[in-house]
Structure formats: C-alpha cells, structure tokens
C-alpha cells in the first residue's frame, strides 16, 4: 500500500525567496528613510542653547543712533559779498541779540550807496527849484490875472455908462458900438485868463505830487542800500552761542554763502538717522527712551525728514518728554529704543542663531523628558532687539533651541546627550 506524501509548505526555497523580498523591502525603506531626512544627531547639551517659550509683555522697537542737538538753530548768511575785514568774535561765543560778529568789505556797493545818496540830493534841490519856479509862474499869473479882472471891471463900467447913455440919446450909435466891443472883448479875456489860471493851479498840484513820489521811491531805494551796506557788518539775531564759525580775515565771501550758525540755549532735541526699510512706519508722535547716567529718558518724534540720504537712511527730529538730562551736550550720541508699536501680552521666543538657517519656519522643540529634541514648523511675527513674537506653532512653557543650526544640515531630530 502506497503513503501519501504531503508537500511542505515552507520549504528552502520559498523561505528564500520570502528573505529576500523581506531584505529587498529594508534595504528599500531604510534607504528611503535616511535619504528623506529621517536621520538622527547626537549632540551635547553644553554645546547647544535651550530656551523657554514665554508669554509677556512685548513692544517691537528698533535700536537708533541719535545726536544731541540745539532745539533751535539760526543759520548766519552772507546777506551780500564781500570780503572779511574784521572778525569781533570767536567761534564759540555766547552773544546777545545785534552783537556784531564781522565785518565784510563791499567797494562797489558802498560805492552804489554814495551813488544813491546823490542822487537823492539832486532830486530835493532839483524839487526845491521846481517848486520855486512853480511858485513864480503863479505869481506871474495872478498878476496877471489881477490886471484882466481890473481891465474887464474899467470895460463893463464904461459899457454900462455908455449904454445909459446911448438909450437917453446922451451919445453916438459909434461911441456905445466902441464900448460894447471892448466890452465883449475883456469879458472873454477875463475868462480865458481864469481857465488858465485853473489849469495851472491843476499843473502845479500834479507835477508836486509826482516830484514827492519819485522822491519818496528815491528815499526808499537808499534806505534799502543803506540796508544792504549796514548788513556788510554780520550782527547776531538772537540770544545764543556762536558756532561752525567759517570765516577768516581777508577771505573773500559770495552772497549767500554759509558763516556760521547762532544755537539758541532755550533747550535740546535729537536728530536721528533711521533705515530708509522703516521709513512707511515711521511718523510724528512716535516715542522712544534712551538710558543716561543710570536713569531712563523719554522722546517723542516732532518732525520727519522724508528724503533718504546716500547712506540709505532718513532722520527725524525727538524731543524730550518730561526732564532733560543734567549735562547732556551738543554733539553727543544717543542710543535710542525707538518703539514702532504699543506694548502688549504676546508669545515671545528669545532671538537666536537658528533664524539664519530655517529663516524663521521651523524650530527644534525639545521633548517632554528633555532627551531629544525635534522640528516643528512655527510663525513669527514681529520683533525687537531681544525676542520674536510666535503667532503659530508654540506655547508659553515649551522648550527650544535657538542656537545655531549650521552644523545639523538636513537632520530631523536630536538625540540630547547631557
């Protein structure tokens, strides 16, 4: 009688061939695993920077550079060319209000000046003349006049008479006809002589007028060359210091240039340059502090320089809120916190090494038993000199690295080693 046989289901070759699908599949998965970044790094803690998550109280400011300044300046012009005679002052100076500072020498102006004055002599003799010869054609005139008027009345009395006359009978038609026409003749006379007189009474008010016009627009243009002459001697406009003084005896100056500047003593502001990259956030009323012999100062933008130099930045103008430091000086530098934002509560990680490599993306959060750490992708938002703000991603209490990353290349989590 026959056995029957049964065939094995694990034999050699199968379990062979199942080994090497299973090692095809590892070699497969592991290489897909450390190709995909799924790789580990052994680092030392020491070596590293853990930071905590926190929530608080965050103002996003920028750091500034700021210079003290005069709050209020005067600049000092060349008003007209000339060149230096005498200087009365130094740079430097403390002066008062019409205190004269130097003097300038203009030869063609002074000469224009002795021109002008003149001129303006000439023209009140030459109104003394006019009015004197005036006055003796009037006269002339009157007599003139007068000697009409008696005519006219001696013509109208004989007229008359002889018109009484000529109606009794008493005289000629020949001898009234004589009459009447002288008559008729010294009445038009008398009124061509008044017309005259009153067109030259019109004539006289009319040249007298124009002669004080011209005279008084005379006056006016000496008194402004007299202005100009005077202004060759550089007075101070108002209380204050002297200072950038540029200007030496025997130096040759053109109208308008720059002689110096007058800086009022009445208080302090400060200029400063700020990043063309903030200048659409950047407006009047912003505030700022800086910290001076151990206490805290406050400022307060007031004026926005807008044009943006050739070093990239732009400046404004702070002033002081409240006290001024004792002994601050012109010149001196401030580093100013200039607040572009008002506080608030916001989720803060401490600013690091890591940004330059994840660009802010991604982090390195550390377990909770501190063993390893791994990415997880975040937001931040806005930041200060110190801290981001983390709008996605972490919470106050987690732990993260924020040192460098530059040595970690594409690795996926750290294994912390203490």
Known sequence: MD??????????????????????????????????????????????????????????????????MPLTTIYLDATEGGVVEEKYVEDGATLKKGDPILKLSNTDLELS??????????????MQISHNNAQQNTITKLNTMADVENTYKEAERVYKLDKHLYDQKAIGLQEYQSA???????????????????????????????????????????????????????????DGQLTSMDAEVGQNKKQGEHLGQIDVQSGF???????????????????????????????????VYTQV?????????MQFVGAVPKGIRKGQTLQVRLALSEERQAILVPKGGFYQQTGGNWIFKVSEDGKRAYKVNIQLG???????????????????????YENYGDIQELILNK
Not at 211 to 225: D, G, I, V
């Open 382 to 404: 806005m930041t200060s000199p110190d801290y981001y703000v983390v709008t996605e991603g972490l919470n106050p209490g987690d732990k993260v690295i924020t040192s460098s």
């Open 309 to 317: 130099k050739t070093t990239g930045s732009f400046q404004v103008d």
């Open 180 to 238: 009447k026409n002288m008559y008729d003749y010294q009445v038009n006379r008398y009124r061509l002589a008044k017309q005259i007189l009153s067109q030259d009474t019109a004539l006289v008010k009319q040249q007298a007028s124009q002669s004080k016009e011209q005279y008084a627009h005379m006056k006016t243009t000496l008194e402004l060359m007299r202005q100009k002459v005077a202004s060759l001697i550089l007075r101070a406009p108002v």
């Open 113 to 126: 000046l002795a021109n002008q004055e003149t001129a303006v002599y000439a023209e009140q003799t030459q």
């Open 269 to 303: 502001k400060v200029r400063v340059d700020i990043d063309e990259h903030y200048l659409s956030r950047i407006y009047t009323g912003l505030k700022g502090d800086f910290s001076f012999a151990d206490k805290t100062y406050n400022l307060v933008i007031k004026k």
């Open 3 to 68: 056995r029957k046989i049964e065939k094995k289901i694990w034999n050699s070759k199968r379990i062979l061939t199942i080994a090497g699908i299973t090692g095809i599949i590892l070699l497969v998965g592991g290489s897909i695993y450390f190709t995909s970044g799924k790789s580990k790094l052994d680092v030392d803690t020491e070596r590293i920077t853990i930071s905590t998550i926190t929530k608080g109280p965050f103002q996003e400011f920028i750091p500034v550079n700021g210079v003290v």
